[in-house]
């Protein structure tokens, strides 16, 4: 019997279709061992990939036992003495307990309000370009400091902030007194967060900047047809084409709020600021590398990766439930 197009249809409508005209059913092995067949050159490009993630992040992930264990290195992981969650006591009675927890959050915050607008608002003042040449020139520069390694933005933030640098020297012309930024707490903040801004706002930009490409060309045409000027271009068509991706870099922003890295940080932080400075990832890396307490330190990592799973799985909830844009 002719069935038409039925190879056009997916496995199992095409199924249905089979069962329906009396012709013998496939097997799911079956389907599955000719997908593999048919796709096997995608597989095999897949099989490097899939090994990196089994290797070197899910195999790693019995360490995590550590956190429950009087770790000790001669001992090893599985013949550690087991202390359940006395590691998560400690953490959660420690007098430093609040101050990580504010601290990450806050930096966290104030890269959501300031540094997670920025690539938005360049890539569409960019969108707004017209020379293509004055229009890439800007792209370039804007994506060079991303390039710049940690260290050396570090090292440059030093030289800059410092009491006979750059910015307390243009400060001087005003009349103002020198400021010692990196050995007071106030100011942490704001030097990581604006220069985070600065290495990153390029970089985190072309991403909207593709996105940006995917729009029909035919909905700005509609909309200068309605008198729509540059400005509500950007409100009604522009903005909403690319809120898919907004929503989705946003969700994952929330799941890594608790998850601050610590290089740069720790470049820049000292004791006089630990207390605004220090944060959850720091703290780790002083108990664990330093402080070799190795079992406590992978508590304090736990604690911080199931929050932030926690954050992340509330954030792509809501955003199901209010739009109709989500991770998953």
Known sequence: MNLGGINSVPDLDKNLVQAAAGIPVESKRSIIKKDLIRNRYIYLMLLPVMAYYAIFHYGPMYGLLIAFKDYGIADGVWRSPWVGFTHFHHFFENPYFWRLIRNTALINIYELLFAFPAPILLALLLNELRRIVFKRVVQTISYLPHFISIVVVAGMLVDFVARDGLI?????????????????PGWFRSIYVSSGIWQGVGWGSIIYLAAMSTIDPTLYDAARIDGAGRWKQTLHVTIPGIMSTIVILFILNIGSMLSVGSEKIILLYNPLTYETADVISTYVYRKGILGADFGYSAAVGLFNSVISFILLTLANTISKRVSEHRLW
Do not use: S
């Not at 103002?176 to 050995?183: D, G, H, V």
């Open 168 to 184: 307390n020297n243009i400060l001087g012309l005003f009349g103002m007194e020198p400021i010692a930024f990196l050995q007071e």
